[in-house]
């Protein structure tokens, strides 16, 4: 458990390269025309970056509740 909470530092920055990177791709997918041909350009970009909120959502609440166990 000790060498988990650790290591949870570290996945932390991958979450926050993880974001960052997932938005910088959704941009570029779209401005090189690459997304999926039955989503309309708007829409991709929102739902993409809706669901980095929700990944950083769910982080959020583990890093809140990892001092239960």
């Known amino acids: ?5 650790k290591l949870g ?3 932390m920055g991958l ?6 990177m ?6 570029n997918a779209i401005v090189e025309h690459r997304q999926p041909p039955f989503f ?3 829409y ?5 970056n809706v669901a980095l909120v929700f990944f950083v959502a ?3 609440a583990a890093i809140i509740r990892r001092r239960e166990l």
Do not use: I, N
């Open 58 to 60: 769910l982080v959020a």
């Open 9 to 11: 530092w570290l996945g």
């Open 22 to 27: 997932g938005s910088v791709a959704s941009v």
């Open 40 to 42: 309309q350009p708007a």
């Open 44 to 48: 991709f970009l929102a739902l993409t």
């Open 1 to 5: 458990l000790a060498l988990h909470r």
């Open 15 to 20: 979450v926050v390269a993880m974001v960052g």
